[in-house]
């Protein structure tokens, strides 16, 4: 009878264990890239998918790199008629259950002031900080100039040009 005791608190252990596990599900990032910088090129932005399992909503507040002297969270919005980057305000949300996507013409993790070129085929570690679900370090490879096709990579070229030249601490 002792053991036959033992046995069902076991189980049941065991499954709330299990099914904790389940619930609290995790934060995961996915194919997170980077674009090969141009020639003096002095930014560049990482993309990625970020699923959130975790049971809460979350934030994505901040990114760490030792690639460059800065690194921001950024987002495209119209200005003007124009299309800018700026530094997202109040991080990029992640809500549960649901998948962000940092994409080239929304949002992105920006690197200023690249310390070397990123080179195609190479890649580096980036430190995502969440607001609950705390650090990620993850792998972020870097793929060619060209990647995401033309469009992208021409719409990329102009913003850099009419935006970030003129941002503090770029183009020294
Ligand atoms: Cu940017």
Do not use: C
Not at 8 to 34: E, H, N, Q, R, Y
Not at 149 to 157: L, P, R, S
Request: glycine letters at 12%; hydrophobic letters at 45%; aromatic letters at 6%.
């Amino acid at each position: 009878m002792n053991s036959f005791k033992t046995f069902i608190a076991a189980t049941a252990l065991a499954t709330v264990a299990f099914t904790g596990a389940a619930l609290a599900g995790d934060m995961t990032i996915s194919k997170p890239w980077a674009r090969a910088s141009a020639g003096m090129a002095k930014a560049g932005a990482a993309f990625m998918f970020i699923y959130n399992e975790t049971g809460m909503d979350d934030t994505l507040v901040a990114a760490k790199a030792d690639v460059s002297k800065k690194v921001e969270l950024h987002t495209h919005l119209m200005e003007g008629g124009v299309m800018k980057m700026r530094e997202v305000e109040g991080g990029i949300p992640v809500k549960n259950g649901t998948t962000q996507e940092l994409k080239p013409g929304s949002y992105h993790v920006m690197f200023m002031g690249l310390n070397e070129p990123l080179k195609e085929g190479s890649s580096f570690p980036v430190t995502l900080v969440f607001e609950h679900a705390g650090e990620k370090t993850i792998k972020v490879e870097v793929m060619g100039p060209g990647a995401m096709g033309d469009m992208a990579k021409h719409k990329m070229g102009g913003m850099q040009n009419m935006d970030h030249g003129n941002m503090p601490g770029m183009g020294q």
